[in-house]
């Protein structure tokens, strides 16, 4: 077969116009995949698994044929030596292109299908086994899922630990070696927080009002709110799922989900502004990115930076309810008497709870370390599926010293092992480090943004995201990303200090 391109510049215009058959593929997946969580009736669940794992076959087989390794080796060969003839963007989206076609050959076609069939029925089996309360309704297909990311740490390679091939999915370049003395870190700082606490009274005795209100009414408040924040409904739309998601088909076509309680509006809320912030993420990347593989975030746990940001550093801020609280009245107007510093007191009192979404900012971490132990057991083999929720009930009494009462309420309360999605969880809790330190560079930057929140005035918070985080998609690697925005390494340092001035707020020790 002859060379792809004579030059670098033809060399990227054809890897160009594969990556956007490619991601065309990948998008229609995705909008499948989003319509089985919205509104695709139960029984179309085996077609629907047929329909993704064709789309999801058919662009691996395209990432790994003759051409597309050709153009990987021309990239790795010539860019160092010809990217004078590409922008510094398109070099980038060259390597990133070059790097996933190298990923997509560690793994075959037949597993890519095998893997997107198993994941749609399992969600379907998840949905019913949590509203059973049932693990054994799940057991079947999380064992499935389980020997299927064994076989896939295998196929892609790892050094140490085999749980490393799975995390590098999500972040890339992390391992368990960086992982385990900073969840210790976290885990011992946490414990030494919640031992602080305990012989405190709050400040004040406020909490989260649990009002009657419609489905209808908590959507359209939390929508009116994520719509002033800055998330664009002319490209974006929002849906009620099982569990709240955010799928991103372009930036011009993002979709959030949440879920309604009916006495609880602010977890409504909470749970839009949370997808929110990963779609406004999808809407800041350069629209030059559109349809090539660099269009997305750096990692999942830069992902999770900017969702957290938006629902626990701006929305559970006492500014952030001068602005909210005229409109979740607007809507909900059985909603009770509250000021915006009974809310921020309310919202960041320290509680152990049994639902990690539902968790105050200083538990949450615990929430992630029982997930990740044992998706870290599970792939050590120390671990077997059917222990599951044993080990999930010790971890949840060692750390959160609460009782589980049921597996809804446990080990089923979570998509993630229903999508295959193994090696997922760190990134919340790297997000929530990522998001302190974005936090300190933009107070840097903008020292009134706090007096912009007050004001529902949200456009130069945004546009400060956008030019430092979002605008870039993946063609920075996280690492580099955090040392571009803050100067700094990733650590834990900013985000330990952010709660611990909360937590003295909310428990005075005098």
Same mark, same amino acid.
Do not use: P, Y
């Given at each position: 077969m002859s060379e792809p391109a004579s030059n670098c510049r033809r060399a990227y215009d054809d890897a160009l116009s594969l990556m956007r058959t490619v991601s065309d593929l990948t998008s229609a997946a995705a909008l499948l995949g989003w319509d089985q969580e919205t509104y695709m009736p139960p029984l179309a669940a085996q077609a629907r698994a047929e329909q993704i794992a064709t789309l999801n076959a058919l662009a691996h087989s395209m990432m790994t044929d003759e051409r597309a390794v050709r153009l990987a080796e021309y990239f790795e060969r010539e860019l160092h030596s010809s990217a004078e003839e590409l922008t510094i963007l398109e070099t980038r989206i060259a390597r990133v292109f070059a790097r996933d076609v190298r990923r997509a050959l560690k793994v075959p076609e037949?597993?890519?299908?095998?893997?997107?069939?198993?994941?749609?029925?399992?969600?379907?089996a998840w949905k019913e086994a949590r509203a059973?309360?049932?693990f054994a309704k799940f057991y079947n297909d999380l064992r499935a899922l389980v020997e299927l990311s064994l076989h896939e740490a295998e196929l892609r390679g790892y050094q140490g630990h085999p749980y490393n091939a799975l995390v590098d999915l999500y972040e890339p370049g992390m391992t368990v070696e960086t992982l385990d003395p900073l969840f210790d870190r976290l885990e011992q700082e946490t414990l030494r927080i919640l031992d602080y606490v305990k012989g405190l009274s709050p400040a004040s005795n406020a909490a989260v009002p649990r009002v009657s209100s419609t489905g209808q009414e908590q959507l359209l408040a939390a929508r009116t709110i994520v719509e002033a924040i800055g998330f664009n409904f002319s490209a974006g739309r929002v849906d009620i799922s099982a569990h709240p998601f955010c799928t991103s088909l372009a930036t011009s076509d993002v979709r959030l989900t949440t879920r309604t309680a009916d006495d609880n509006p602010i977890s409504c809320l909470l749970g839009l502004i949370h997808e929110a912030g990963h779609g406004l993420y999808e809407q800041g990347i350069d629209p030059t990115l559109? !349809?090539?593989?660099?269009?997305?975030?750096?990692?999942?746990?830069?992902?999770? #930076?900017?969702?957290?940001?938006?629902?626990?550093?701006?929305?559970?801020?006492?500014?952030?309810?001068?602005?909210a609280l005229p409109i979740i009245e607007r809507f909900i107007p059985q909603f009770p008497t509250m000021t915006p510093t009974m809310m921020f007191y309310a919202l960041n009192r320290v509680e152990p709870s049994l639902i990690r979404i539902e968790a105050d900012e200083v538990t949450y971490n615990l929430h992630i370390i029982i997930r990740y132990r044992i998706e870290k057991e599970l792939m050590a083999g120390t671990l077997n599926v059917a222990e599951i929720p044993e080990r999930w009930n010790v971890?949840?009494?060692e750390l959160l010293g609460l009782d589980v009462p049921d597996d809804a309420n446990?080990?089923?309360?979570?998509?993630?092992? #229903?999508? +295959?999605?193994? +090696?997922y969880f760190p990134s919340y809790t790297l997000g929530k480090l990522y998001a302190a330190m974005f936090r300190s560079a933009l107070l840097k930057a903008m020292p009134d943004t706090f007096d912009h929140? !007050?004001?529902?005035?949200?456009?130069?918070i945004c546009q400060w995201l956008k030019e430092n985080i979002h605008h870039w998609g993946r063609t920075l690697c996280p690492l580099e990303l955090v040392e571009q925005v803050t100067g700094r390494s990733l650590a834990e340092k900013d985000f330990l200090e952010y709660v611990w001035e909360k937590v003295m707020r909310v428990y005075p020790s005098s």
């Open positions: 037949e597993f890519v299908r095998r893997k997107s069939q198993v994941v749609v029925l399992a969600q379907e059973r309360a049932s559109e !349809r090539t593989f660099a269009r997305d975030g750096a990692s999942m746990g830069i992902h999770e #930076s900017q969702s957290l940001f938006w629902e626990n550093i701006i929305a559970r801020s006492e500014e952030f309810w001068e602005f971890l949840v009494r446990g080990c089923l309360q979570d998509i993630h092992w #229903s999508l +295959g999605a193994f +090696g929140v !007050r004001r529902g005035e949200f456009a130069a």
